[in-house]
């Protein structure tokens, strides 16, 4: 299983010259396992990029966890949906008001976008309760995690690697410093023993103190969440639009300094991991 990341900025994009080295798009994650499709966990601004290097892909699936602008906000940018010899698979949370076709037309139809979703005749969309499906070898189990709205967690098993991706999550809320039994923490199951964890890590300490509730972690929540699990490997995401390149660094050289069971990976945009 292959893992790069396109687009590791949370909330909002923050393209300049202090956010080059961790990335400055919005959520996107490629996945490609053997000689399968592409997987794109999430449509920030960072699918843009992601979409001109991927060349003729017959099938290509892409997972929403949530239709915050963020995560969606690159989608009418994705090459592959303007192309006939591709064929798009959009996933994302079911909802009792609206179908994901309905509420995706919302932002991909004029005034807002000039093309009309209904307009691209290889993209079909799917709603997506939680459990378990099937896209090549892969198995993806979705499940609801703490976050405002309808927010899926991924994660993504096939030939012995396992991934979870929980992009937007706050573990610890109602649970002060997650002390609590592991089965009853949000995302718990899709993280448990995974080879490698992509977990939201938009705050400080300090600030979160003034964010609770709003649906993020800090790195230190991420960490003891990472912990719990037991997982191989954690790899910040989300950033915060207001952390550049400087205070990231800082965070994860004080990170270094933990005793911490998993290895550490901050999230940069461009990163490849092969597991």
Known sequence: MNVALWGTRGSLAAAGPDTIAYGGDTSSVEVRIDNDGAIVLDAGSGIRRLSASLGTCERIDVLLTHLHMDHIQGLGFFEPLM??????????????????????????????????????????????DPGQITIGSATVTADYVVHPGLTFGYRISANGATLAYLPDHEPALGAPDLLIEPEWLSGFALADGVDVLIHDAQYTDEEYASRRGWGHSTFRHAAAFASLAQVQALVSFHHDPAHDDATLDAIAADMAEWDLDFEFVPGRAGLELEI
Do not use: C
Request: net charge negative; proline share 13%.
């Open 83 to 128: 192309s006939p010899e591709s064929e798009v698979h959009l996933w994302g949370p079911a909802s009792p008001r609206q179908n994901l076709e309905e509420r995706l037309s919302r932002y991909l139809s004029p005034p807002l976008f000039p093309v009309r979703l209904r307009d691209l005749e290889n993209v079909y969309v799917h709603d997506l």
